[in-house]
């Protein structure tokens, strides 16, 4: 005891005798610390929204869920869906901004505050993104090849008469008469030849990757620079670009959405889209592509929803906000349902085949289907910048959202690296310069095999659903206090005896879901070839996206 005064009183002195120089000094390193350690906020809770919106709406609202529910019986899918979203989606969108929110921290550090033990997962959801971040931007690179080539008086795609048309090629709106059917049994439609053989001019299979493809590479340097212009000063430039590129989308959808609903064959299509085949729901596979989709489009497990939390005020209603985004999410994604499956259905009319048969998975959804429509539209070529111009907005703020995430994430954790000067910008731009580089693997002739892997293992399917598990285990489990959590983001207690209520039932509701799915049957890897069909090749937990 008398040790410890005794120290504490040298303390003192010492402290007093500091002459007023060395006072100074050490009030100057003081306020160079606060500064040093100042992340910013959002200047508003629109830019928050906005950015948010931005990241979970993009391009698999577009292409992925109409593909899902044509392969899974129509609207029967829409009953996984709905299930996965009150049990999955809602429970996790609110875990991970009341996380970021309440941290203030990224998609690392916000798990050694929680629970060190835990602080794998939050490595985990990065490497997930920085291997997204790898092939996501490779649409992109499609996007800006589709953008430059409807700079012209006829779209490439609308007629076959180019070079790179086979002797099957048929302008099918030429063809008026069921006779003519017969003849033109095996024929294909300018704009699936332009996007094989034009776009990606696919080789015979992984082992053949080709040349590189030159004009879809300096496509992809043109989509990296974007990206970071978007990025260099981080929520500060980011917060400003999201008010065009997330509202944007939305003007051109609902113009292509009236356009098609007044295409011959439509009603069949829509048709086919509400539909349900019940049978469907007895197979594993549609719940896990249903599982999958919420995962994927709401962009969790990922660290994009802790990272752009992190920079909210400490008592901003993250609850009212998530709730009201997960909502516009999925209305996002039946809306553009009608706009795609009105195309096919009329795709469909002209060829008179199924609907199924009508266009191409994935990427060839997007770059098929709607397509096909803009030709159909008067002066198609200002259509088709408008529509291409709404895929590329739709892409590039989940791109650049993406990289936000992974630059948060590392500057938190070294803060004292790169909180100087301009140490962030340059780790941005030496990711972005690397990223670049790893992904001319897939912009060559057999680059969209490469894609189809990275999507198909790499950032969707199991290692979502089982950083989901852990981080429900953490949270809700071995953290334990929700209620304590929750009290400090939410003021009002309605809200908290609405939530403990509802939600929190869910967070035991929503890891039983997500093992559930993982008991999927192995089933075929499906992978693109040159003749426009799929052909099964490995054996996997299968994880589309």
């Avoid at 007044?262 to 729901?281: H, N, R």
């Avoid at 790499?458 to 206090?481: E, K, R």
């Amino acid at each position: 005891m008398d040790n410890a005064i005794s120290d504490s009183q040298s303390c003192v002195a010492t402290i007093n005798v500091e002459s007023p120089k060395e006072q100074k000094k050490s009030k100057t390193k003081t306020m160079d610390d606060q500064k040093l350690n100042e992340r910013g906020k959002w200047n508003n809770k629109i830019e928050f929204v906005l950015s948010i919106a931005g990241t979970i709406i993009g391009l698999g609202n577009v292409w992925r869920f109409p593909y899902l529910c044509y392969k899974n019986g129509g609207g029967a899918f829409l009953i996984p869906y709905l299930i996965f979203f009150s049990t999955c989606g809602i429970p996790l969108f609110v875990l991970e901004t009341a996380l970021g929110q309440s941290t203030a921290s990224g998609g690392l550090t916000c798990w050694s505050k929680v629970c060190p033990l835990f602080e794998g997962i939050g490595y985990a959801t990065q490497v997930i993104v920085i291997v997204l971040n790898l092939y996501y931007v490779v649409v992109l690179a499609w996007t800006f090849f589709y953008l430059f080539s409807s700079f012209t008086s006829e779209l490439p795609w609308a007629k076959c008469n180019h070079t790179w048309n086979t002797d099957s090629c048929v302008e099918f709106q030429s063809i008026n008469t069921s006779s003519q059917w017969t003849t033109f049994k095996n024929a294909t439609s300018p704009v699936i030849e332009f996007w094989e053989n034009r776009v990606l001019q696919l080789s015979d299979g992984i082992d053949s990757p080709g040349n590189l493809r030159w004009d879809l590479a300096l496509c992809l340097l043109l989509a990296w620079i974007i990206c970071y212009l978007c990025t260099i000063k981080g929520i500060k430039s980011s917060g400003k670009v999201v008010y065009f590129s997330a509202t944007f989308p939305y003007v051109m959808l609902i113009v292509l959405l009236i356009r098609g609903v007044t295409l011959p064959g439509a009603v069949d299509g829509i048709k086919f889209y509400l539909q349900p085949d019940i049978s469907k729901l007895s197979e594993p596979q549609v719940w896990m592509d249903a599982g999958t989709q919420i995962f994927f489009s709401y962009a969790l497990c990922l660290g994009c929803l802790t990272a752009l939390g992190s920079y909210n005020k400490y008592n901003n209603n993250c609850y009212k906000d998530s709730i009201a985004l997960c909502f516009l999410n999925s209305g996002t994604s039946f809306v553009a349902g009608f706009a795609i499956f009105s195309i096919l259905g009329f795709m469909s009319y002209e060829q008179q085949v199924p609907i199924s048969e009508v266009a191409e998975s994935g990427p060839g959804l997007a770059f098929i289907a709607f397509p096909r429509a803009v030709t159909l539209m008067p002066l198609s070529p200002l259509w088709s910048c408008c529509f291409f111009l709404m895929i590329l907005l739709l892409g590039i703020d989940s791109q650049f959202i993406g990289i936000e995430t992974l630059v948060t994430a590392v500057v938190d954790l070294y803060p004292n690296v790169f909180r100087k000067g301009n140490r962030r910008e340059l780790f941005s731009l030496a990711f972005v310069v690397l990223s670049f580089f790893a992904g001319l693997s897939m912009v060559t002739e057999g680059g969209m095999y490469v894609f189809q892997l990275f999507d198909y293992y790499a950032a969707s399917g199991s290692c979502l659903l089982f950083v989901a598990v852990f981080q429900s285990v953490c949270i809700a489990y071995v953290y334990g206090y929700l209620s304590l959590f929750l009290d400090k983001i939410q003021s009002t207690e309605i809200q908290q005896n609405l939530y403990l209520s509802s939600v929190g039932l869910c967070f035991g509701v929503a890891p039983s879901f997500v093992i559930y799915c993982l008991h999927s049957t192995c089933s075929p890897l499906e992978t693109y070839n040159s003749q426009g069909s799929f052909q099964k090749t490995y054996l996997s937990i299968n994880s589309a996206r």
